[in-house]
């Protein structure tokens, strides 16, 4: 409880410093009030602090923030500064003194190369950057080496967003749960804690949506506040070029030499982002000096070294790491030629649920060594005592055959697709709609290790339609434990910058795309479970089907109702890692 209200007393100081600014220390030289021109002639703000009995030039150390909590920042300087670096903190145009227009995303990339060119440039530098930080510091981190500057030698990203693939959608759906993010970092040149905390104000909003019917672009009128940022970001539904701008895309990444640590979260929101930048990396460079950690954490938890407790899973004091003591370790590595973390036994390290136990693994291919390829088969499984349940069969189906569901997107009482580990640990799914696949148990135990894929095959009456896949372990006690999930936009499954949208009547191909990284022991008669569902709810936008932008359909649009044919050709691929092997 003390932690709850230490950190609800520093949001709210945030409000009270735009005018009194912290005052310099005895042992530091503090620039709390730096303005750069950038390129095209707009500011950018900031914070600079070193030692007085600091070496005449240094390494400096970097942190590219939107979120303004001067206080704090300086707190944090003052430590980096105390480590033997400069220390600078640099915040997105328009934010602190900056008097340009806020934007969160668009300018990061070109604003941070100018504030690294400067540092570069200035008498106390060596000539060295280095950066760090989380959520939207992980963003410009991964911004600022879209266009490489040569002093960034290192980048140090933790739960690293990514613009358009992770929020304010995901797989091109856009998502309520941030819905307030826009008016906590665009209200002013600090942050608008009040709103952002009114967490009833926007729950009661996205249900007066929902009950309405109306089109997801008129949200913020049901809300009573116009929510601009939100309107811009619907008018690009596809990861377009207003997206690709905004971080490496493509060949982009083939330029990005410098060494990386990422840290990450099997339970953090945003993960697919994070690791999307990973696996976009090693892809176009191969042999880069690219590590991560990862293990059973949620946003927040990733940037402070783990949680004991994550959506209702005590987690063991094996995963609890000291975040800030590695990243310090690794930018002494980097820019002090220190030696490499301990904790880094090779590229990626993972901590195994259910166990005390870390691993390692040269790539995220080498965490498994086999591939499950299970088919979400029509054989129903009425010993399983459950609706809809069928088998998920490790051999193909030999007759073609559907299983069939209908939903009726003008009813607002039922909900479908309870796809978010609300808690990760349950006695109990939601098996009222949808359709449950239950797999044999496993004769040994294994770890389940890595990121569920496949492909659904289904036929539709409409041009489009939200799917949602969720994969759990059903442990020999009866629990079901949450592993990962998936929600997809079939007209953008197999491109998410091209909408290209179904056909109705004929079978399609639905490739599951981007889904979270997870290391999970897997016991002996553990069986694995999917359930497959249309994404029908409050939390996100409702997809009727039409063909047209999304955020403009209504429930007049809902008069034909959805009707699927899931084939039992669809299937799911999971890695495993047989410990026996």
């Known amino acids: 409880m003390r932690n709850v209200l230490t950190i609800i007393a520093l949001l709210?100081?945030?409000?009270?410093?735009?005018?009194?600014?912290?005052?310099?220390?005895?042992?530091?030289?503090?620039?709390?009030?730096?303005?750069?021109?950038?390129?095209?002639?707009?500011?950018?703000?900031?914070?600079?602090?070193?030692?007085?009995?600091?070496?005449?030039?240094?390494?400096t150390v970097l942190q590219f923030t939107i979120y303004v909590r001067p206080e704090r920042d300086l707190a944090s300087l003052k430590e980096i500064a105390d480590r033997g670096y400069v220390a600078m903190m640099a915040y997105s145009r328009g934010k602190y003194l900056s008097q340009d227009p806020i934007a969160p995303y668009e300018h990061d990339a070109k604003d941070a190369y100018d504030v690294i060119d400067w540092i570069s440039r200035q008498p106390w530098s060596n000539g060295a950057v280095g950066m760090f930080g989380g959520s939207y510091n992980g963003f410009t981190q991964w911004a600022a080496a879209k266009t490489l500057h040569p002093a960034l030698k290192t980048i140090v990203p933790y739960v690293a967003n990514r613009p358009g693939m992770g929020l304010p959608m995901e797989n091109n759906v856009f998502i309520n749960p941030n819905y307030q993010w826009a008016f906590y970092v665009g209200n002013n040149k600090t942050l608008d804690s009040a709103v952002n905390d009114d967490r009833e104000r926007f729950r009661k909003m996205q249900f007066a949506w929902w009950s309405s019917g109306a089109a997801y672009r008129t949200i913020d009128k049901i809300d009573g506040t116009p929510n601009p940022l939100l309107q811009r970001w619907m008018q690009h539904p596809s990861y377009d070029a207003y997206w690709q701008a905004m971080a490496p895309y493509k060949d982009e990444f083939a330029q990005i030499r410098i060494p990386v640590l990422s840290v990450d979260g099997y339970y953090n929101d945003s993960q697919v982002s994070g690791?999307?930048?990973?696996?976009?990396?090693?892809?176009?460079?191969?042999?880069?000096?690219?590590?991560?950690?990862?293990?059973?954490?949620?946003?927040?938890?990733?940037?402070?070294?783990?949680?004991?407790?994550?959506?209702?899973m005590e987690v063991p004091d094996a995963a609890l790491i000291d975040t800030k003591a590695i990243t310090y370790q690794w930018l002494d590595y980097i820019l002090k030629n220190g030696p490499k973390p301990g904790v880094l036994k090779d590229k990626i390290n993972y901590q195994v649920m259910g166990t005390e136990q870390w691993r390692s693994a040269p790539s995220l291919a080498a965490m498994s060594n086999e591939t499950l390829k299970l088919y979400l088969s029509n054989v129903s499984l009425a010993s399983a005592n459950k609706q809809r349940a069928h088998l998920l069969s490790a051999v193909r189906p030999g007759k073609p055959a559907m299983l069939r569901q209908v939903v009726d997107f003008r009813d607002r009482k039922q909900f479908n697709n309870d796809y978010y580990p609300g808690s990760i640990v349950t006695d109990e799914i939601d098996t009222s709609n949808g359709y449950i696949f239950i797999s044999a148990p496993f004769e040994d135990e294994v770890l389940y290790n890595g990121a569920f894929g496949g492909e659904i095959a289904a036929r539709i009456n409409k041009r489009d339609f939200d799917l949602g896949v969720t994969l759990y372990e059903l442990t020999p006690e009866g629990k079901y434990f949450h592993l990962s999930y998936i929600i997809n936009r079939?007209?953008?499954?197999?491109?998410?910058?091209?909408?290209?949208?179904?056909?109705p009547g004929r079978l399609e191909r639905i490739p599951l795309g981007m889904t979270k990284l997870v290391s999970k022991r897997l016991s002996k008669g553990s069986r694995l479970v999917v359930y497959l569902n249309v994404n029908k709810n409050p939390f996100s936008q409702l997809n009727y089907g039409t063909g047209k932008d999304v955020s403009d359909e209504t429930i007049a649009d809902a008069k034909e109702k959805l009707k699927v044919e899931w084939s039992n050709r669809s299937y799911i691929t999971v890695p495993i890692l047989r410990l026996a092997q």
């Open 490 to 503: 079939a007209s953008y499954a197999k491109d998410p910058s091209r909408r290209m949208l179904l056909t």
């Open 275 to 312: 690791v999307n930048y990973l696996r976009e990396h090693l892809r176009y460079v191969p042999n880069a000096e690219h590590y991560l950690i990862i293990g059973p954490y949620g946003h927040f938890g990733a940037q402070r070294g783990g949680e004991k407790l994550i959506n209702g």
């Open 12 to 59: 709210l100081s945030v409000a009270r410093v735009a005018d009194a600014q912290p005052a310099p220390g005895a042992d530091y030289d503090v620039q709390d009030k730096v303005v750069l021109t950038t390129r095209d002639g707009a500011t950018v703000s900031g914070m600079l602090v070193r030692r007085k009995d600091a070496a005449p030039t240094l390494p």
